[in-house]
């Protein structure tokens, strides 16, 4: 079985363009989840989605949004970059919508000069 | 809030070198209690679930178990491949649909 799919795997941005980065989960699987990755923070979560529903939001500006299609692949955006937002994007996903072990993917490495 | 305290920071061992690492946790309601093991520049692979106190999971060199506030990831033997950062994450249940809680990771260098 295929794991999880990110892409780009790297990016380079400049201060306020927008990025848009892309997850396809394992097949089956309905749950994904996002989050950020950075030397200082750690692993920190940024949105879940369910069934094309963001159920969950972590502690992240509106600049940070995401969706999901109807076949479970999930897209987030980061509107008017800042150098701050410079760091590892990990897509996850799960067969367990509840408290289930969750898989990631790679990573999108975002840099932004 | 959801908290994640994972000691030590780093751990040197020889390979050989038996010892554990530590997960603290502050949850209300722990739903389950997950281990991971991340390469440099690799998403974070996963290893164990865990749901309630007094269980255990095993797998090649590692062991993992839970109390009611902390876990232990116990690795014997360990070879210079395990050489790793360890992360311990948590999901509260309830709300937190899909939200995992990290710790900061331990850094596990074995030498041959």
């Known amino acids: 079985k295929a794991g999880v799919t990110q892409t780009p795997r790297y990016l380079i941005k400049t201060r306020g363009q927008q990025v848009t980065l892309s997850c396809s989960p394992i097949s089956g699987h309905r749950s994904v989840s996002w989050y950020q990755q950075t030397p200082g923070q750690g692993l920190q979560f940024l949105f879940e989605?369910?069934?094309?529903?963001?159920?969950n939001k972590g502690n992240f500006p509106g600049r940070f949004s995401g969706r999901q299609f109807s076949n479970s692949r999930s897209e987030m955006n980061v509107s008017t970059l800042e150098l701050g937002d410079s760091a590892l994007y990990l897509c996850?996903?799960?067969?367990?919508?509840?408290?289930?072990?969750?898989?990631f993917g790679p990573g999108t490495r975002l840099t932004v000069t | 809030e959801d908290q994640v305290t994972q000691s030590p920071e780093a751990l040197r061992l020889q390979e050989g070198e038996s010892s554990s690492l530590n997960c603290s946790y502050t949850v209300s309601g722990l739903r389950g209690l997950f281990w991971y093991r991340q390469d440099p520049g690799k998403g974070p692979e996963f290893l164990f679930t865990l749901y309630s106190a007094g269980e255990e999971k095993e797998k090649e060199r590692l062991k993992a178990t839970l109390t009611k506030k902390e876990s232990f990831l116990h690795i014997t033997a360990p070879k210079p491949e395990d050489s790793a950062t360890y992360l311990c994450?948590?999901?509260?249940?309830?709300?937190?649909?899909?939200?995992?809680?990290f710790g900061q990771g331990t850094i596990l260098t074995v030498h041959p």
């Open positions: 996850a996903s799960s067969l367990d919508p509840g408290a289930g072990e969750q898989y």
């Open positions: 989605y369910f069934s094309e529903t963001q159920r």
């Open positions: 994450a948590v999901n509260a249940g309830g709300t937190s649909y899909g939200k995992l809680t």
